[in-house]
């Protein structure tokens, strides 16, 4: 059914269950798995930002003018984000790989559909698997959706796994989608 699954890792969140299923779906198909965490140029939010002087404090980013204390923490705080993406697709892979899949790691930086959608190209992924945020509406609208950019571009079929949902409602189901 499936030969090579791609499996894209939010480092921000915890992806237990996300790799549970890839890791199921692959021993079930007997397919390859390809973790994949996406470095985002912000560190998904996990960086400091400053707030442009006379401006709107809404607007966050780096002044040009900024000093170098605080490139030198925005560099320790990308490092120490990177490390632990790379501990995280690490502990995955060896559990994929004990588990008797094949699998290998990938850690990209960029926009995370895109690089996403690029890396299953150039695997030749049969399979896309993503988390969802659960964002819907105007959140989605101003913050943007990494599995809807992914489900709409995709060179395979993608998987969006939903966020857990609380006891009082009733979990969402998980969508497949072939790619367009």
């Not at 996300?18 to 692959?26: G, P, Q, S, V, W």
């Not at 990177?82 to 699998?103: E, N, P």
């Not at 299953?120 to 950019?149: M, T």
Request: aromatic share 6%; charged share 20%; hydrophobic share 40%.
């Amino acid at each position: 059914m499936f030969n090579k699954i791609l499996v894209a890792l939010d480092s921000q969140e915890s992806c237990d269950s996300l790799f549970e299923k890839a890791r199921t779906l692959a021993q079930a198909t007997q397919a390859d798995l390809v973790l994949l965490s996406v470095l985002a140029p912000d560190g998904d939010a996990v960086l400091p930002l400053l707030s442009y002087p006379a401006m709107n404090p809404a607007i966050m980013g780096y002044p040009l003018t900024a000093t170098d204390a605080v490139w030198d923490e925005y560099q320790r705080r990308y490092e120490a984000y990177k490390a632990k993406s790379l501990a995280m697709l690490t502990r995955y892979c060896d559990q994929a790989i004990a588990a008797g899949i094949q699998a290998k790691l990938s850690q990209e930086t960029g926009e995370p559909g895109r690089v996403i959608c690029d890396v299953a190209k150039a695997e030749n992924a049969d399979l896309i698997i993503v988390g969802s945020h659960g964002r819907k509406g105007l959140a989605e609208f101003l913050i943007g959706s990494v599995s809807s950019y992914v489900m709409h571009r995709a060179p395979c079929s993608v998987l969006v796994v939903h966020p857990k949902a609380s006891s009082q409602t009733k979990p969402p189901e998980s969508v497949l989608s072939p790619a367009c």
